[in-house]
């Protein structure tokens, strides 16, 4: 038995013909002339579907939005961040966020001298890396981390299948302008005026979204997430309770000299 997926696939394009069919003739009047333009919105629509590779699954043709995101544990993280965004450079690539962070996790103050301390902290060093590169390019940038990193906790490669949205939009832009260009020629009210530039706002949209997909399938985003071990660091610190204590010396000859200025 076929897969229903395949079978899906497989009529996609004869079910949005017989659909877009419907609606131009439900939006034209029964003249030779609108005919002729519902014939040619089925022919641009089965042109549209099969530039689009919506017969075949694995179509090349398809608009497919490819993302990573990946954590990784490495000796340096300073150093494998900026060779990652060297190299996201040299790939024609942009760095859309780096973010780098120490986190402190416990400090402790210990007695060193009379008068200071010694201050152990503990801390964490990480690097969020926000990339986008010509999707031809990820593979190699995701293959230069084995190289860099000591330990890989996670990897997700994501193959996000917007064709439909892409085809749904050229769709809907195609209605907008036959629909604005008709209102346009028949309106006559303000009320008219304010539908028609309605809707040119809402083509407006649909070409947006449309570049929009166009532009995340063009560029791969990767999200790489760094971290290297905990590490320590100590360090001597005046010990400010023991500088502003008063000595014994100090602090008995003064209360002497209060005791002698009571008896006179």
Do not use: W
């Not at 166009?214 to 791969?220: C, E, L």
Request: proline share 3%.
């Amino acid at each position: 038995m076929e897969n229903p997926k395949a079978m899906a696939n497989k009529f996609l394009p004869t079910v949005v013909v017989l659909l877009t069919t419907v609606f131009f003739f439900s939006c034209n009047t029964a003249s030779d002339k609108d005919y002729a333009s519902t014939a040619e919105a089925m022919a641009d629509t089965t042109r549209l579907a099969a530039d689009l590779g919506l017969d075949a699954v694995n179509s090349a043709k398809r608009k497919i939005i490819h993302t990573a995101d990946i954590n990784c544990k490495v000796n340096d993280v300073l150093k494998v961040t900026m060779l990652l965004e060297s190299s996201t450079k040299k790939l024609q690539g942009v760095v859309t966020e780096s973010t780098l962070k120490h986190e402190q996790l416990h400090s402790t103050q210990l007695p060193y001298t009379a008068d200071s301390l010694r201050e152990i902290t503990t801390y964490q060093t990480s690097s969020l890396l926000r990339l986008r590169v010509p999707v031809q390019y990820r593979d190699s940038l995701i293959n230069m981390l084995p190289a860099l990193v000591s330990f890989v906790d996670s990897r997700q490669l994501l193959q996000t299948d917007a064709t439909l949205d892409y085809f749904s939009d050229a769709l809907k832009t195609k209605a907008s302008t036959v629909l604005t260009n008709k209102a346009e020629a028949r309106a006559s009210t303000t009320k008219d005026l304010i539908s028609t530039a309605d809707r040119a706002e809402s083509n407006i949209d649909h070409l947006v979204e449309q570049y929009r997909i166009d532009d995340a399938v063009a560029f791969s985003t990767i999200t790489i997430n760094l971290y290297q071990p905990v590490q320590t660091s100590s360090m001597h610190i005046v010990n400010a309770e023991a500088a502003l204590k008063i000595p014994f010396t100090t602090s008995l000859s003064e209360s002497l000299r209060s005791g002698l200025y009571l008896l006179e």
